[in-house]
């Protein structure tokens, strides 16, 4: 019988199925599931992707440990080149950057993010970490993929406080389902097996679209193989500490 | 001033940033950062300092939490690695006390590039769409030389002071450093004053076998200081890796002060000694 998801799992995984052969995938700052995402891909994949990373890497090779910061510099071991903040940018304003994975706190329904603030930006209730790349890279690069560990009405929601970035954000991976762009909108690809698409409703903001939604393919062994390599002790799994919301009966 | 004279000790190189003035700092989150001359900023009670730099955190974070910074333009503050939001920045901004120019990371290096290159603006790619370019009144043009395309111009971003954080450096202020330069080369070339903090000395001829691998040249530098451990509690490729333990530490401290944390810091032991 098929391995079942965690939420933990459902992300990481989710996110390194967005990675496809040949093309240049970026993994940035405050990043650690994409980062995990990225180094999955390499191990469970069987296909070349250059992977460049925050810390200057290209198709980086870690000799220990995954680190906690996404931009540590163990990142750059096994690179043959250090290819620095402003190469990675300038290559995707240039157009040469196929898949990039960006944080957002909040997603509206066009895929446009917000990172800056919760409340007004002038005054805000809460000052977010603020876009950092999102605002040159999400209009310029071919697509994104962003994630939340959260899925509710405060994370994907009607109206953003805050438009830090719009463009090509192709999918939205939460722990309940994939969200893919079409037509301008995010639609729901595929879904938890272990949650139903009116219990998806429940939770998000905008007026959900599912109407093609299927079941998300089970984890493979390579998949779950290369995760537990990654994080063999749980370490990864705890400290973003996933849950599938109380859902109304 | 004498090449030699650009070396001094880390109190004596503080000593020379007045209250008011605009800081790029160098390096990225917790990586390379020139973290304990930021430390130096507060023990000497430095104010109202503007802190310019696209991916800060601890340093930020905790000259905020000192009550030090008046204004910061930045693209991405957070301690990360599981740490999350910066919560003294957080406060900070929230409260009024410090100003924020929001920017995205390459927007503020486009900021630098424009005064490192001496014009008054830089043509960046992207940021349409977003916002951020509401808040700041930033301007777009269509190409004048006939695509019509519409490409944002950033202001040039000129800091008072920049102080980077180096592997090497020797006598005369050549300084390298190992692994990604981060944001460090714009940064370095925007600044009115370079200072470079250095973790160790080496001889003029190790730079003179690779002069490639020098991101600043000596003649740029203004004052310099060595300074072992100086990224602490972040991490200095290949020497040392986060102090992960350290910045929990400081992220939970109790009493919400930062004088537990400041008194463990390694540039402590420095002090009174001579490191010309």
Redesign the interface.
């Known amino acids: 019988m098929a391995e079942r998801f965690t939420p933990f799992s459902y992300v990481v995984i989710n996110l390194a199925r967005v990675i496809r052969p040949d093309e240049v995938t970026f993994s940035g ?2 990043s ?1 599931l994409p980062m995990l995402a990225c180094l999955l891909a390499k191990r469970a994949y069987d296909f070349d992707f250059t992977w460049l990373n ?3 890497g290209v198709d980086a090779e870690l000799d220990g440990p995954v ?8 990142l ?1 071991h096994g690179s043959a080149a ?5 190469e990675f ?2 290559l ?3 157009g040469g950057m196929d898949l990039c994975f960006l944080g957002a706190s909040q997603i509206d329904a066009t895929g ?1 993010t917000n ?2 603030v919760i409340g007004d ?20 690069l071919r697509r994104a993929a962003t994630w939340r560990t959260e899925h509710s009405a405060r994370t994907l929601v009607d109206k953003l406080f ?6 090509n954000l192709q999918t939205v991976v939460t722990p309940l389902c994939v969200f893919d762009k079409r037509d301008g909108r995010l639609v729901v690809e595929s879904y938890n097996p272990d949650v139903t698409v009116d219990q998806i409703r429940s939770v998000t903001g905008f007026t959900l679209d599912a109407a093609t939604a299927k079941p998300t393919p089970a984890p493979t062994d390579a998949e779950i193989a290369a995760l537990r390599s990654l994080d063999p002790d749980g370490r990864f799994a705890a ?1 973003a500490n996933i849950q599938l919301p109380e859902f109304a009966a | 001033m004498s090449r030699k004279s650009k070396h001094t000790s880390l109190e004596a190189l503080v000593e020379r940033i007045p209250d008011g003035s605009s800081i790029g700092l160098g390096g ?5 950062g020139p973290f304990a001359f930021c430390r130096e900023l507060i023990r000497q009670g430095k104010k109202d300092l503007e802190i310019i730099k ?2 800060p955190g601890y340093d930020l974070d905790i000259l905020c939490r000192a009550g030090a910074v008046r204004r910061v333009r ?5 301690l ?3 740490f999350g ?2 919560g003294g ?2 406060k900070a ?2 409260s ?1 006390k410090v100003e ?1 120019e ?6 503020l ?1 486009a900021g630098l590039r424009a005064a490192g290159a001496g014009v008054p603006f830089q043509p ?10 509401e ?1 700041n009144g930033w301007k777009k043009i269509a190409d004048p030389y006939g695509t019509n395309q519409e490409t944002y111009l950033i202001p040039a971003i000129r800091p008072d002071f920049v102080v980077i954080h180096a592997n090497e450096i020797d006598a005369t202020g050549n300084a390298r450093v190992f ?5 460090d ?2 940064m370095s070339r925007a600044a009115r004053t370079l200072f470079v903090t250095a973790e160790k000395l080496v001889e003029t001829e190790r730079f003179r076998e690779r002069p490639e691998l020098t991101l600043v040249p000596g003649f740029m530098v203004s004052g310099c200081c060595v300074i072992p451990n100086g990224a602490w509690p972040g ?1 200095l ?2 020497d040392y ?2 102090t ?1 333990d350290e910045v929990q530490a400081y992220v939970d401290d109790a009493e919400r002060t930062i004088e537990p944390h400041m008194s463990r810091a390694p540039e402590l032991k420095l002090k009174g000694s001579n490191h010309g």
């Not at chain 1, 680190?67 to 163990?74: K, N, T």
């Open positions: 700052v405050n650690t925050v810390a200057g680190p906690l910061s996404s931009g540590d510099p163990a750059m250090v290819f620095p903040n402003e940018y300038d995707c304003t240039r446009a990172n800056s930006w002038h005054s805000p209730k809460v000052r977010l970490p603020g876009g950092g790349g999102s605002a040159v890279m999400m209009p310029t805050f438009q830090t970035a719009k463009g400290d | 990225s989150f917790l990586h390379r696209a991916s930045a693209g991405i503050v957070a990360e690695g599981n939001l910066a920045y957080r901004v929230e009024g924020l929001e920017h995205a990371c390459m927007t290096v960046v790619g992207g940021v349409h769409g977003s916002q951020i370019a808040v692994g990604s330069p981060h944001w080369r714009a991490s490729a290949p890796s986060v992960y």
